[in-house]
């Protein structure tokens, strides 16, 4: 047999869409700068208040959001910053996210970490740009561009390009990840103190 199921998987899996990112931490100056270049090169999409729930999940990230329109069950594959990672995405009624909290609590998933942001989002050509000023962690631009596994390298690439083409410096893995453990530790004093 030339073809198996096996293979046909593996194909699959690796001509499936997954969302590639690159990020960086900004300061404000850089966020007024952002805001002024992204209004002359992009189109504005829309600027939203969020609230971000993490539940313990034993691998991903499982998220319930809400802004003042709709809310959102997210689930995404792989590390939280992973340049790439499957996400699956569930649009809701916004009254539906008290009722997939206490749901979750019932079934016995823990709250790991709580986000508040203010996000604007861009369409640059065929990337997405946020601009995230989140409560008590910082400032972040991000690059997102939706593409196929095989090209996720390539991708990435581009989108960090993007973001230098932008004056911006790339953030090192390592200072996410460190400020991200922080603030899991400690999100409940920070959010209490701002």
């Known amino acids: 047999m030339l073809f198996s199921i096996s293979n046909f998987v593996k194909i699959k899996k690796y001509m499936r869409n997954i969302e590639i990112e690159a990020r960086s931490f900004i300061d404000r100056t850089e966020y007024k700068n952002l805001l002024k270049k992204l209004r002359k090169k992009s189109k504005f ?5 969020e609230e971000t729930i993490y539940f313990k999940v034993k691998k991903g990230d499982l998220r319930l959001r809400r802004n003042a329109k709709q809310a959102f069950l997210i689930f995404k594959e792989g590390k939280i910053h992973d340049d790439s990672r499957e996400e699956i995405e569930i649009v809701l009624d916004r009254d539906d996210f008290q ?3 206490k749901l979750f609590q019932k079934l016995g998933y823990k709250e790991e970490i709580r986000w508040f942001r203010k ?6 050509g065929d990337i997405k740009v946020f601009l995230d000023d989140t409560k008590g962690y ?5 690059l997102e561009k939706i593409g196929k596994v095989k090209n996720q390298k390539r991708i990435h690439e581009l989108l960090e390009e993007k973001i230098k083409f932008l004056g911006i410096e790339i953030t090192p893995k390592s200072i996410f990840e460190n400020k991200f453990k922080y603030y899991k530790r ?5 959010l209490k103190n701002k």
Request: no cysteine.
């Open 45 to 49: 999409l829309a600027s939203t208040n």
């Open 99 to 101: 009722k997939i909290k």
């Open 119 to 124: 996000r604007m989002i861009y369409k640059w």
């Open 138 to 142: 910082g400032l972040i631009l991000e």
């Open 186 to 190: 400690n999100w409940r004093k920070i």
